[in-house]
């Protein structure tokens, strides 16, 4: 499988269709930011690339970010949190699942059966640590997408730490985000690969 990363076709996905379906004025803007401010698009983009395959997503929160996976419904989208009490959408995808719990106490096994794992919890490094050690302990096969990968020390030291073949891809998905909600002014977004066989071409603008 080859996923090309072009800022100018991430660009041009139009995700207006999508803003009825929000309950949040704010993720209502959200949502149509170009990519590098905002992650939506890439998220829109990157469900494109794969087709009959399962995307699981850790972190539901407000729904926006799942709502944009199931942008391709030739795929499966499971989402988990450990809560429901954010979740903001009007109308439920019919390829999406929802489940709150921690997905270790569920179903772990689905995410060695994921093509695409999006995974954007409390940025605390210990969750996201404990994921990645699953799948290198289970020999995943497939792409890691992480949110915040610059937003605190705890994150920074995560990404860094990450010694599978790894790209910083902030430029097309979360950028630079309000100061006064992360220590560092940044968010950032790291695509992380498990898979020999897939190359990550034309990553530019």
Request: net charge negative; proline share 2%; charged share 25%.
């Amino acid at each position: 499988m080859t996923i090309e990363i072009i800022k100018s076709e991430i660009n041009k996905i139009n995700l207006t269709h999508l803003v009825d379906i929000l309950s949040r004025e704010d993720h209502k803007r959200l949502i149509v930011e170009q990519a590098g401010l905002e992650h939506y698009k890439l998220l829109s983009y990157l469900s494109k690339q794969i087709n009959n395959s399962t995307i699981v997503e850790l972190g539901t929160h407000h729904g926006t970010s799942c709502l944009c996976l199931c942008e391709n419904e030739s795929n499966s989208v499971v989402t988990y949190d450990l809560t429901d009490r954010k979740f903001g959408l009007k109308k439920i995808p019919k390829n999406l699942t929802r489940h709150v719990g921690n997905i270790f106490d569920i179903n772990p096994e689905i995410l060695l059966k994921a093509s695409l794992i999006f995974l954007d919890t409390a940025h605390e490094g210990d969750f996201e640590l404990e994921v990645l050690n699953f799948l290198i302990r289970n020999d995943y096969k497939g792409l890691l997408l992480l949110d915040d990968i610059h937003y605190n020390e705890a994150m920074i030291n995560f990404w860094n730490n990450i010694k599978i073949t790894k790209y910083d891809i902030t430029k097309v998905g979360h950028g630079i985000i309000n100061p006064t909600t992360s220590p560092t002014g940044k968010s950032g977004t790291g695509l992380v690969d498990f898979d020999e066989n897939i190359d990550v071409v034309n990553l530019h603008d």
